[in-house]
């Protein structure tokens, strides 16, 4: 399975941006898809993620009211809308996606058993 991930880029304070990510490879059937971000110097965080077939939609405190997670319009395909953007949510940005049922928390990274390349977004003050 291949999780590859665009639509970053640059952009003001208060713009917008939406990201993709799409899921190739063997025959794909996601139970979950999550995105994370990484900004220079700092640990991975969870941003937003969705349990596929009931469409449960989970967010961090930080981007609550501003991002939004849902399915393509594609087969396998996943869509992060990023709107008001900060300074602060720079960062390269990462999908995942899991394919069977875990007792982990859906927030948590090893939660994951696939991860895209990453998607640089910088947002300018």
Not at 51 to 72: L, N, Q
Not at 88 to 95: K, S
Not at 109 to 114: E, K, S
Request: glycine share 10%; net charge positive.
């Amino acid at each position: 399975v291949q999780l590859q991930a665009s639509g970053g880029g640059l952009v003001q304070a208060g713009g917008s941006l939406r990201l993709s990510c799409a899921a190739s490879g063997r025959t794909f059937s996601s139970t979950a898809m999550g995105w994370f971000r990484q900004a220079p110097g700092k640990e991975r965080e969870f941003v937003a993620a969705i349990w596929w077939s009931e469409g449960s939609t989970y967010y961090a405190d930080s981007v609550k009211g501003r991002f939004t997670i849902s399915r393509g319009d594609t087969e396998n395909t996943m869509v992060l809308q990023l709107n008001s953007l900060k300074p602060e949510d720079t960062a390269v940005y990462y999908c995942a996606a899991q394919v069977s049922r875990t007792p982990i928390m859906i927030t948590r990274a090893t939660f994951y058993a696939y991860w895209g390349q990453g998607t640089l977004v910088t947002v300018s003050s």
